[in-house]
């Protein structure tokens, strides 16, 4: 019996942003998704706008699974984990742990692929960036959506997250924030077209 996906779908049970009040609950499994997501398409963007070789589609996979070790380990919060040298060197360690432990919850045949997934961010720097720069995307817009509902608790998340971005110096980035972001500041009904 292999208990690969049996963990892989507890993803959802593992909450986000703990340590603040959030006005709308996000969950690992919601997040990976929006990361794949967003990192799909920072790759597309990369590769037919930029016109710089990249692969999409293994991107968009690696993403899917960028916090898979969180399932084992639950979601540090990000002022714990950069707390210190030491602090972020043992939860390194122990995210390495967790991937170990999920791999071996798999078939041997299919070990090597789900390999490559898990530890991306260990061997391929350059796509590694992508589905990093996604995911301080999909923070910086979970931050708007907070404060678009009132929730001052994340206005400074909001502004680190966007310096973060910002010093990435990404042109994939400053695409994506120009093109897609601004429609998050949108009600339902500006976004169909109506006036507030």
Known sequence: MNHFFAYIFRMKYIRRWSM???SEDE????????VAMIAHCLALIRRDIFKV???PDKIAVAAMYHDAE???TGDLPTPIKYMNESIFNAYHSIELGSRDKLLSELPEELE???TEILYTSEWDKELYVLIKAADRLAAYIKCMNELKFGNSEFKRAMVQTKEKLDKMKLPE???FLEHFVPSFRLSLHELEGGEE
């Open 53 to 55: 070789l990249c692969d």
């Open 20 to 22: 603040m009040k959030n």
């Open 27 to 34: 969950n690992l499994q919601e997040h990976s998704l929006e």
């Open 112 to 114: 090597e692929q789900y």
């Open 70 to 72: 969180e399932i084992l």
């Open 173 to 175: 980035v400053e695409y």
